[in-house]
């Protein structure tokens, strides 16, 4: 109550037990919501679920459509046959212990674990369940020995069929009449009315696999394939002679619940508007995709700007609000920024990538950029194309890789301004790379396919290499689980976003597990927290970041909640942890 979100799951007995389908945002806050009962949807239409939210000033119906092909004729696969509207005991039958199910299925009559005999084929249903199809929807009386009038409606046909004595189960030619709790089945009669005005679907409808933009306020999710494959499934298991029934999930008894995140209550939270810097104008919003787009560290950001000369706008954290309207002091690069990234043992240095082969470190003075800085600090040559990104090492001092459209990773050792030591074994795009947390490995994954752990100070050739993402579109890794395992970012050949789990020992054996997440262009950027194990996934042009807790053990991934920002991003980057508020609980 009092948000504007609707959320939809979709529950499975497997892990994720809990995955998101969609989200619909309203025009207006929730003051109550009430579900529709199913006999009203339009089946039709492929009307899933239809919810009714209440406002301030109206009831607004919004209406769930699974797409199909064709809406001509009834999809059985989508609408089992539901709860009816006629009790299966009375309150004197409850209370004297009555409370089996007394079931009618295809062929015989289950009435207290004893089946009769055979039922004729209209007979195919459960008690107190009826069809949703149009044409068998079935017109149901209420018997009542207290109110007069109300018994069970004679058909004409009291002895073609069989009678159940504990149960008053009567089957004749057109249907099948039950004396308690009275229930009457007309195969070509439909006892309801079409669905009122008010619960109609209509502009509030909400497609459960289409990708809209964000203005309309959906996500797309990880459960719109997996809703769709089990609509599938459901389908082939007809076409083989499986049982119906709709979903497998609603066949079979869930199981015990699975492992849980210690963090799947994490709340994302946009601070107040006083801590923002507002007012950023001329960004350059095309750094090549693996770049982050900025970058921060607990003093000052750096953005690139898309003026000519690779200009670099370099703003102090502990100033936040408007920027004036007037040219702020920038760092001229002399060539467009292919990525940027501060230097973790020194705020004031920045080591930033051109797109002519240079890296080029840069020092900001005390208090921030008051002037435009024109001279670098240092100048690295050695590279012969355009370069991808650069990382500083985690434990050392003045040691950077870069890599390079040349397909080459370059370490360099800063305090000299040269390189010392040139790692092979790539033959395509090299997307990404890391170091590991204790500064002895570097893993990279390329566009061939392949991930690479490297042990620098051995050899200048790869230790190990195993099978990457499928996908060619881009892809990013970081070390989890205190530097035991890779945690890869990437597409599959369908170009699903999905995230894969990797042995750091054991890369030639494949990834422990993989995670489909959902369909979009842009590579997802894995950031992880190593104090509490949760990776933060999303990609530039995103509104939604994902949140899983890291195991060692399976299932891996642990969800967590989401969080969804108003506008898509630009970028995504993580201030160091000493930036968190650890008396709000702030982790990251």
């Given at each position: 109550q009092?948000?504007?979100?609707?959320?939809?799951?979709?529950?499975?007995?497997?892990?994720?037990?809990?995955?998101?389908?969609?989200?619909?945002?309203?025009?207006?806050?929730?003051?109550?919501?009430?579900?529709?009962?199913?006999?009203?949807?339009?089946?039709?239409?492929?009307?899933?679920?239809?919810?009714?939210?209440?406002?301030?000033?109206?009831?607004i119906p919004v209406s769930f459509l699974v797409p199909r092909k064709s809406v001509q004729e009834f999809h059985e696969d989508l609408f089992p046959d539901c709860t009816g509207m006629l009790p299966a005991?009375?309150?004197?039958?409850?209370?004297?212990?009555?409370?089996?199910?007394?079931?009618?299925?295809?062929?015989?009559?289950?009435?207290?674990?004893?089946?009769?005999?055979?039922?004729?084929?209209?007979?195919?249903?459960?008690?107190?369940?009826?069809?949703?199809?149009?044409?068998?929807?079935?017109?149901?009386?209420?018997?009542?020995?207290?109110?007069?009038?109300?018994?069970?409606?004679?058909?004409?046909?009291?002895?073609?069929?069989?009678?159940?004595?504990?149960?008053?189960?009567?089957?004749?030619?057109?249907?099948?009449t039950d004396g308690n709790p009275g229930y009457t089945d007309a195969d070509q009669t439909s006892g309801y009315s079409s669905p009122s005005s008010l619960a109609s679907p209509g502009s509030a409808a909400t497609s459960l696999s289409a990708s809209t933009g964000p203005s309309s306020g959906f996500a797309s999710s990880p459960s719109q394939k997996s809703l769709q494959s089990i609509l599938g499934e459901q389908a082939a298991g007809r076409a083989r002679g499986a049982p119906q029934g709709g979903f497998g999930a609603l066949t079979h008894p869930s199981p015990a619940p699975?492992?849980?995140?210690?963090?799947?209550?994490?709340?994302?939270?946009?601070?107040?508007?006083?801590?923002?810097?507002?007012?950023?104008?001329?960004?350059?919003?095309?750094?090549?995709?693996?770049?982050?787009?900025?970058?921060?560290?607990?003093?000052?950001?750096?953005?690139?700007?898309?003026?000519?000369?690779?200009?670099?706008?370099?703003?102090?954290?502990?100033?936040?609000?408007?920027?004036?309207?007037?040219?702020?002091?920038?760092?001229?690069?002399?060539?467009?920024?292919?990525?940027?990234?501060?230097?973790?043992?020194?705020?004031?240095?920045?080591?930033?990538?051109?797109?002519?082969?240079?890296?080029?470190?840069?020092?900001?003075?005390?208090?921030?950029?008051?002037?435009?800085?024109?001279?670098?600090?240092?100048?690295?040559?050695?590279?012969?194309?355009?370069?991808?990104?650069?990382?500083?090492?985690?434990?050392?001092?003045?040691?950077?890789?870069?890599?390079?459209?040349?397909?080459?990773?370059?370490?360099w050792e800063l305090s000299t301004g040269r390189e010392v030591l040139c790692l092979q074994g790539h033959t395509d795009q090299i997307f990404s790379m890391a170091w590991s947390p204790d500064g002895k490995k570097l893993a990279t994954v390329s566009k061939d396919g392949r991930i690479r752990l490297y042990e620098p100070r051995r050899s200048s050739q790869p230790q190990q290499e195993g099978p990457g993402p499928e996908g060619g579109r881009g892809a990013r890794l970081v070390w989890v689980c205190g530097g035991d395992y890779l945690l890869v970012s990437g597409f599959d050949s369908r170009s699903e976003r999905r995230i894969l789990l990797y042995r750091a020992q054991a890369l030639p054996e494949g990834p422990l597990s993989v995670l489909g997440l959902d369909v979009a262009p842009s590579t997802l950027l894995p950031f992880y927290d190593e104090d509490t194990s949760v990776v933060f996934l999303t990609g530039k042009g995103d509104t939604r970041v994902f949140l899983y807790e890291v195991t060692?053990?399976?299932?891996?991934?642990?969800?967590?909640?989401?969080?969804?920002?108003?506008?898509?991003?630009?970028?995504?980057v993580f201030l160091p942890k000493t930036a968190c508020e650890v008396r709000e609980v702030e982790f990251a």
């Open positions: 009092g948000e504007n979100l609707l959320y939809c799951f979709e529950v499975a007995p497997t892990q994720p037990a809990l995955t998101q389908v969609t989200q619909c945002r309203t025009e207006g806050s929730t003051r109550g919501l009430a579900a529709v009962p199913r006999l009203a949807l339009d089946v039709m239409a492929c009307e899933v679920l239809r919810v009714l939210q209440l406002t301030d000033t109206a009831l005991t009375d309150a004197q039958g409850w209370w004297a212990g009555d409370s089996q199910q007394v079931s009618v299925i295809r062929g015989g009559v289950l009435a207290g674990g004893i089946a009769s005999a055979p039922c004729p084929p209209l007979c195919s249903m459960q008690v107190g369940r009826v069809s949703l199809h149009p044409a068998r929807r079935p017109t149901e009386i209420f018997t009542s020995p207290i109110i007069a009038g109300t018994g069970p409606a004679n058909t004409g046909h009291t002895d073609t069929g069989h009678t159940n004595g504990d149960t008053g189960h009567t089957d004749g030619d057109t249907g099948h699975g492992p849980s995140s210690r963090f799947r209550h994490a709340q994302g939270r946009v601070l107040h508007r006083d801590c923002h810097l507002t007012n950023l104008r001329g960004l350059s919003l095309t750094t090549p995709g693996e770049c982050d787009g900025f970058c921060a560290n607990h003093q000052r950001v750096a953005l690139p700007l898309l003026s000519a000369g690779g200009q670099i706008a370099v703003l102090e954290l502990s100033k936040p609000g408007r920027l004036p309207d007037a040219a702020v002091p920038t760092i001229q690069n002399g060539a467009a920024v292919a990525d940027l990234t501060w230097d973790p043992f020194d705020p004031r240095r920045l080591a930033v990538a051109g797109e002519d082969a240079k890296i080029r470190l840069w020092r900001i003075p005390e208090g921030g950029l008051r002037e435009t800085l024109q001279e670098p600090e240092a100048v690295l040559r050695g590279h012969t194309e355009k370069i991808y990104s650069i990382r500083f090492h985690p434990v050392a001092s003045d040691l950077l890789v870069s890599s390079s459209y040349d397909m080459t990773v370059r370490i060692p053990e399976p299932p891996y991934f642990l969800e967590c909640n989401s969080f969804t920002s108003n506008e898509p991003h630009k970028g995504f």
